[in-house]
């Protein structure tokens, strides 16, 4: 039983769309998600979605996360 699931991002980037990822559960292909809540300092950033309807209905298995926006050619930048 899933309680509670919650998709947490974050990075440097001052870009509009770091609101947004890909996100796949298990056997599925990837969905534009958009967050919830999205907190930031400059360019310093953190989303959070909760996403505890997917993980329940999916399951167990491997679940991707794509398209953390980054500050392209720039140093001591980070997205994760």
Known sequence: TVL???LYWGGVSATLQRNTVRFAPP????VTRTAQQLDAIG?????YLDVT???AAAGTGSYRVANVHS???ASD???G
């Open 4 to 6: 509670w699931a919650g």
């Open 43 to 47: 360019s310093v950033y953190q989303g």
């Open 77 to 79: 930048v980070w997205a």
């Open 53 to 55: 309807s997917e993980v």
């Open 27 to 30: 056997g599925s292909g990837y």
């Open 71 to 73: 500050t392209p050619n």
